[in-house]
C-alpha cells in the first residue's frame, strides 16, 4: 500500500546528541517537505525537495538539514540537540501538478522529539 | 508572498447542528486550496481540495467547502456536527503555477464538537 512513514513516532535525546528523523515514501512523488508544529499546533515549512539532490530552506529558519539521495528518502538531521528543538516533526510529500497526479499533499505520523 | 488566515482558534458546535470553519487567504493568480484534519499524536489527513471548476467542493466524512473569488475565502462547512469530528482544522494554499512547490498552512483551528 502506498504510503509515508516517518520513524521513530517518539524520541527523547539529550542535549549535544546527533539526531536523523527518517522519512519514506512509497508513492514516488517528486516533492518533499518537512515540517515543525508547535506546540500551539502552528505549522511551520523547514525543509523542501523538488527531487533527488534538490533541497531548499522553508520559511522558518532551522539549524536542522535534509539530504535527497534517493526519491523515497528524506531524512532531517540535527548535528547537535538542543531544548528549543523540541517539537513535533512533520514530513510530507505531493506529485507535481502538470503529470496529472494528485495536488494534495500526504503526510506522515510524525515524529515527537524531546532533548532534555 | 503567500498567506493563509485562520481567524478563530477555537470553534465549539452543539452536536448535530451544522458547523462552520473559516479560512481566507492570500495567493498570487489562482489558487489551489486544501483543508486537513489532525487528530492527536497524529499527522495531517487529507479531507478536501478547490483546484478548479465547481465553487462547491465535497469531501471525506461529509465535510464541504466553498470557494468564493470575491471574498479570497474557503470556509469548511458540515450540515450536522458529530462528536467525533473534534479535532484540529488546517487549511492550506499553494499557487497554481508550476514552479511555485510551497503549500502555506493557516494556524489551525481547534474544533470541539459538544454532546
Known amino acids: 500500500e502506498a504510503d509515508i512513514y516517518q520513524t521513530p513516532r517518539y524520541l527523547v535525546i539529550g542535549t549535544g546528541k546527533k539526531i536523523t528523523l527518517e522519512c519514506s515514501q512509497t508513492?514516488?512523488?517528486?516533492?518533499m517537505y518537512w515540517y515543525q508544529q508547535d506546540p500551539g499546533m502552528e505549522l511551520h515549512l523547514i525543509h523542501y525537495s523538488y527531487g533527488v539532490n534538490s533541497t531548499e530552506k522553508g520559511d522558518l529558519s532551522s539549524e536542522s538539514t535534509v539530504s535527497r539521495i534517493r526519491t523515497e528518502h528524506f531524512p532531517l538531521t540535527l548535528e547537535s540537540a538542543r531544548p528549543s528543538h523540541t517539537s513535533q516533526y512533520l514530513c510530507a510529500s505531493s506529485e507535481y501538478w502538470d503529470r496529472g497526479g494528485n495536488t494534495e499533499a500526504f503526510f506522515g505520523q510524525g515524529t515527537r522529539l524531546t532533548v532534555v | 508572498a503567500q498567506s493563509v488566515a485562520q481567524p478563530e482558534d477555537q470553534v465549539n458546535v452543539a452536536e448535530g447542528n451544522p458547523l462552520t470553519v473559516k479560512c481566507t487567504y492570500s495567493?498570487?493568480?489562482?489558487?489551489?486550496l486544501f483543508w486537513y484534519v489532525q487528530y492527536p499524536n497524529r499527522g495531517l489527513q487529507f479531507l478536501l481540495k478547490?483546484?478548479?471548476?465547481?465553487?462547491l467542493v465535497k469531501g471525506s466524512y461529509g465535510f464541504e467547502a466553498e470557494f468564493n473569488k470575491s471574498q479570497t475565502s474557503f470556509h469548511l462547512k458540515k450540515p450536522s456536527a458529530l462528536v467525533s469530528d473534534s479535532a484540529l482544522y488546517f487549511c492550506a494554499v499553494r499557487a497554481a503555477n508550476f514552479g511555485n512547490e510551497k503549500l502555506t498552512f493557516g494556524t489551525g483551528t481547534r474544533l470541539t464538537i459538544i454532546p
Open positions: 508513492m514516488g512523488h517528486d516533492k
Open positions: 478547490y483546484i478548479t471548476g465547481d465553487n
Open positions: 495567493v498570487s493568480g489562482n489558487p489551489y
